[in-house]
Structure formats: C-alpha cells, structure tokens
C-alpha cells in the first residue's frame, strides 16, 4: 500500500484549473475536479491512503501544500498540471520531492500535449508523465512504479524522453464515482447554478472535430463513451446521500445530448426512481430537440450550448459540424418549454473580421438566451487549431505563463493582419455589454428571481463581472 498525495494545486487566487479554458473567469467560477476525484477514488479502491488538496478552490499557498506533504510523507505524489500553471505546478513537484523524496507523476492536457518541454522544465524534478486519461494508469503506476513498460506514460532515458504507446480507451461502467469525500461542494461557486451543486460525467469522449477544443484531441478521444444510465442515476443518489443539501447536479460531459438512448434512458430512469433534483447540462445545438421535453419533465433547468459563432463561415472554419438555423430553432424550442439557455460564443476564428465578430454580437442578441459568454477564441497545445496558429504566426503567446494575463485573467491569444488582438478584446467587452445592458435583457434577468437563493446567485455573478471590469480598469492605468 501506497501513500499518495493528489493534488489540484494552487496557482493565483480564484483560478480555475478544471475549466476548459484555465484562467479566472469573468464571473469567478469555481469548477469542481471531477476528473483527479474519479482518479482518487480509482486508487482508493485499490487499497491505498490517500490524501487529496484542492488547492485551487481553497486558494491555499505553495507553502500549505509544503506543510501538508510534509506531514502526510507520501510516496508518490500526483499533480494535475494546466499550461500557464506549468511552471508553478513544476515548482510545487520538484518541492515535495525534495523534501519527501516522493516519486513525482504530472498529469492533464498540458504535459498530454508537451511532455518533452515538460520534462525540460522539470530537470529532473519529474519522474513520470501519464498522458490522457490517466484514471487505471496511476493504479498501475502506484503498485509498480519502477515498470517501464506501463501503457501512456512517458519518463526520461538515456536516449532523451520515452513516449509508451496509449491503452485502448477505458471501459467508463469500470469508472467508480468522485471521491466526494475529499471536498465540500460549499467550495465551489457558479453564478449560473443553483447553489451548492456537483458536476457529473455521465460519458466520455466527443464524435465532433472542432480544432480548438483541447479534451477530445488529447484526454478522452472522439469515440463517445456512455455510462449505463442506471449507473449514472445511481452516481445522482449516491451524491444526494453525501450531501443532502444539494440543489443541482451540473452534467459537464462535453456531449450528454449527443447519444438519445444515453439521454432517455437517464431521464427514464430519473422519472422511474422519483429522484427530485434541478439537473443541467452541456448541450450541442444539432441534438435532437424531440428529447427535450422528457429532459424538462426529468428535471433539467438549464442548457449550455456553444453556440460558437454567428457566421457561418466561421463555424465552417472550426469544423464545428452545426448551422445557424440549427443554433435558432435549438434556442426558440428550448425557450418554448421553459428552459434556462446559457450561450458560449467566441471571436477570432480562422479568417474572423470585424464585421463577422459583430454579427456574431448581433446573433447573441437575437436568440432568446436568459445569458452568455463571449471570450477570445482559446487555442492550446495539441490542438489542431493550435498548430495552425503556430505555422501561420498568428499566435501571440511567446511562453506558457502569457496564456492568461499577469492578473490570471483569460487574454486573448491571437492577433490576424485583419483583426488585431486590441480589436479582438474591445469586440468580446462590447458583445457583452450589448447583451446584458439592454432593457428587455435586464428585465428578463429579474422576473427571472425566483428565490433568495437566486438573488445571492445574481448577486454573486453581477459583484464577480463588476469586479473582473474595475481590476480590468486599474490594470490600464498602471504605468
């Protein structure tokens, strides 16, 4: 039996490691590591002593984590790693190994995507990368950890870094539920859900080819994985009788609606247990909308689509495989039987000017969305879209730490001969203020209060975007 420390380390305050873009967000989510707590629970199974920080939601500092690995003494420490973290992550490693003598593992999509430079970074801080999914690899690399020939991990040789090929993808009905027990869900915060709540992976992989989207192409693959819908129902219990104080459970796999057995046979199974829970979940526009209303009748509040742009030449450019008129009768339907609808949008596709931001802007604006996000579009290593940034010198980072601002704020990471950087920044602030200033909008927000509960969530998110705008502000007169 090992000893074993995972960690979801610190980085600046208020950042948010297990998003798809790893920044502060403009509302100040806290998102919940589902993934690593899977993985915990993977090795807890196994018999070993666990210890698991959550650094990022506590906003500990590299010194509590040296404190903690200090007393728990572990012999192998699992550090989850993001790419403008990279550094600090490889800091806090090289620490607990010198002082534990630990054997040191990095995983997540940053190390999946460079492992090479990784290791550079780490001279000799880092004994092993598993890269992908890494849940059934660390059991292994916990019982055996001097085997060499584990499947998906890379280490340092004589000859310079050796990559072992990946296993198949893994069976997800093997997969045992988060190790809950580790966290409170009091830890984190979205403005959007109803407070507090977990997150549930009911699945894992993505059919869709979109060039900047960063999991598909490096941790869980295309081919659409579906947990048994009586296990997912049964993971939905299970995290009602930790914490009975729950009001919502988040579906955060990327493409919940994209199975209709997958999604009917939960909603069944919901309805057939008589299970009472406000659920939400991640949604793609081309679903099939016949599901939605046994979705609203299982419980299902709200909707989060990446409706992505509002061109479709840009759409057609990121290969996100949906029309226009697929975004619009999406909306109106979903509107119709009473859904929330949260829009993700983004500027700065491949050939995006100014004029196609703005429609995108006034697209946003059409749609009966209750609210939105717009940011920059996001490229990161082992993206298709990455590379093609790289090749065509559109890509404006010159380092990992310059993928978020000095503040860990999102930064807009490209700059075209059409479409500047400055311009992309000053259309993403616009689109926003367009949307949420509007009378009808502001209206629709507040006949939307429903509790007090939903006027600490409004509160919340309104306080969080006021402050993000004046740090924003105080960082433009800096001299």
């Known amino acids: 039996m090992a000893r074993i420390l995972i960690l979801n380390p610190p980085f600046m305050d208020d950042f948010v490691r297990s998003a798809r873009w790893a920044a502060r967000s403009r509302g100040r989510v806290q998102r919940h590591p589902d993934y690593l707590l899977v993985a915990t629970a993977v090795l807890e199974a196994a018999g070993h002593d666990l210890r698991f920080i959550d650094g990022a939601a506590l906003n500990l500092k590299p010194a509590d984590i040296r404190e903690a690995a200090d007393a728990f003494r572990p012999?192998?420490?699992?550090?989850?790693?993001?790419?403008?973290?990279?550094?600090?992550d490889i800091s806090l490693?090289?620490?607990?190994?010198?002082?534990?003598?630990?054997?040191t593992v990095l995983v997540g999509n940053h190390v999946s995507a460079e492992p090479d430079d990784s290791f550079r970074i780490a001279?000799?801080?880092?004994?092993?990368i598993v890269r992908g999914e890494y849940d059934f690899i660390l059991r292994e690399l916990a019982d055996r950890p001097d085997d060499m020939s584990i499947a998906g991990i890379s280490f340092t040789?004589?000859?310079?870094?050796?990559?072992?090929?990946?296993?198949?993808?893994?069976?997800?009905?093997?997969?045992p539920f988060p190790a809950w027990r580790h966290v409170r869900p009091e830890w984190y915060r979205d403005a959007g859900k109803l407070y507090p709540f977990l997150t549930l992976l009911s699945g894992r992989g993505c059919f869709a080819r979109c060039t900047f989207c960063q999991d598909p192409q490096l941790m869980v693959g295309h081919r659409l994985r579906m947990r048994r819908p009586e296990l997912v129902v049964d993971e939905i219990?299970?995290?009602l009788s930790l914490f009975p104080g729950l009001r919502e459970i988040m579906f955060e796999t990327d493409t919940f609606v994209a199975s209709r057995p997958h999604v009917a046979g939960v909603c069944e199974e919901i309805l057939r247990r008589g299970i009472r829970i406000a659920w939400s979940c991640n949604a793609r526009v081309d679903m099939d909308l016949e599901l939605l209303p046994l979705m609203r009748r299982a419980g299902c509040r709200m909707l989060m689509a990446g409706f992505e742009f509002g061109t479709q030449a840009a759409l057609d450019a990121v290969r996100k495989g949906v029309t226009l008129e697929q975004s619009e009768a999406f909306a109106r339907r979903a509107r119709e039987l009473g859904f929330i609808v949260h829009g993700c949008f983004m500027v700065g596709a491949p050939g995006e000017t100014r004029e196609s931001a703005l429609q995108t802007i006034a697209f946003a604006k059409r749609l009966p969305l209750d609210t939105i996000q717009i940011s920059g579009i996001c490229v990161y290593p082992g993206t298709e879209m990455y590379r093609?940034?790289?090749?065509?010198?559109?890509?404006?980072?010159?380092?990992?730490?310059?993928?978020?601002?000095a503040d860990g704020e999102q930064v807009t990471l490209l700059s075209y001969p059409q479409l500047s950087k400055s311009e992309i920044d000053e259309l993403i602030d616009r689109g926003l203020r367009e949307f949420y200033l509007r009378p009808r909008q502001l209206l629709r927000m507040l006949t939307a209060v429903r509790s007090w509960g939903d006027v600490r969530r409004k509160a919340y998110g309104a306080w969080s975007y006021l402050r993000y705008n004046l740090e924003r502000l105080r960082g433009r007169r800096r001299p």
């Open 75 to 88: 012999d192998m420490a699992v550090l989850h790693t993001t790419t403008p973290s990279i550094y600090s």
């Open 93 to 103: 490693a090289r620490s607990i190994k010198e002082r534990s003598g630990a054997f």
């Open 123 to 128: 001279a000799g801080a880092v004994d092993r």
């Open 157 to 175: 040789g004589d000859g310079g870094v050796v990559h072992n090929p990946l296993p198949p993808p893994l069976d997800v009905d093997e997969l």
């Open 237 to 239: 219990a299970h995290d």
């Open 388 to 405: 093609w940034a790289v090749e065509n010198g559109f890509l404006v980072p010159q380092d990992w730490t310059e993928w978020i601002s």
